[in-house]
C-alpha cells in the first residue's frame, strides 16, 4: 500500500513540474519565442526578400525557377556541403537546412552561387 502511494505521488509530482527550462519560462509568463519586435523584424525581412526577388525576376525574366535543374545539377553538389557555407549563399540557415535536404527549391538568384559552392 505504502509503494502505491508513494509511486502515485511521483507520478503527479512528474506531471506537476516544468519539463523544460522553455515550459520554466512559459510559467513565469516569459516567452522567448515570442518577444516584442520579433514578429515585426521577421516581417521586415520577408519583405526585403520577396522585394530582392521580384526584382531580380524583372532584371531576368527569362529564367524561371527549374526543379529538375536544381535536382540534377545543384543540389548533388550542395549535398555534402556544410550549413555554415551554404547559409551565406541563401540568406539564412533554416532555408540553408532545407535546401541542402532537397525539400526547398531556391530562388535561382541563388543558383550560380550554390553552382560555385557545388563546384
Known amino acids: 500500500m505504502c509503494f502505491n502511494s508513494n509511486r502515485l505521488a511521483l507520478s503527479r509530482e512528474r506531471h506537476n513540474r516544468p519539463r523544460t527550462h522553455l515550459d520554466e519560462l512559459r510559467m513565469q509568463v516569459v516567452d522567448p519565442t515570442t518577444r516584442p519586435g520579433l514578429d515585426w523584424m521577421n516581417s521586415v525581412k520577408a519583405s526585403a526578400n520577396r522585394a530582392a526577388s521580384d526584382l531580380w525576376d524583372l532584371e531576368?525574366?527569362?529564367?524561371?525557377?527549374?526543379?529538375?535543374?536544381?535536382?540534377?545539377?545543384?543540389?548533388?553538389?550542395?549535398?555534402?556541403?556544410?550549413?555554415?557555407?551554404?547559409?551565406?549563399?541563401?540568406?539564412?540557415?533554416?532555408?540553408?537546412?532545407?535546401?541542402?535536404?532537397?525539400?526547398?527549391?531556391?530562388?535561382?538568384?541563388?543558383?550560380?552561387?550554390?553552382?560555385?559552392?557545388?563546384?
Open 60 to 119: 531576368h525574366p527569362e529564367v524561371y525557377r527549374d526543379p529538375d535543374h536544381f535536382g540534377l545539377n545543384i543540389l548533388p553538389g550542395i549535398a555534402p556541403s556544410p550549413i555554415r557555407i551554404i547559409a551565406p549563399a541563401i540568406g539564412t540557415e533554416d532555408a540553408a537546412r532545407r535546401t541542402r535536404s532537397g525539400t526547398l527549391i531556391p530562388h535561382p538568384r541563388h543558383g550560380s552561387r550554390l553552382e560555385e559552392i557545388g563546384v
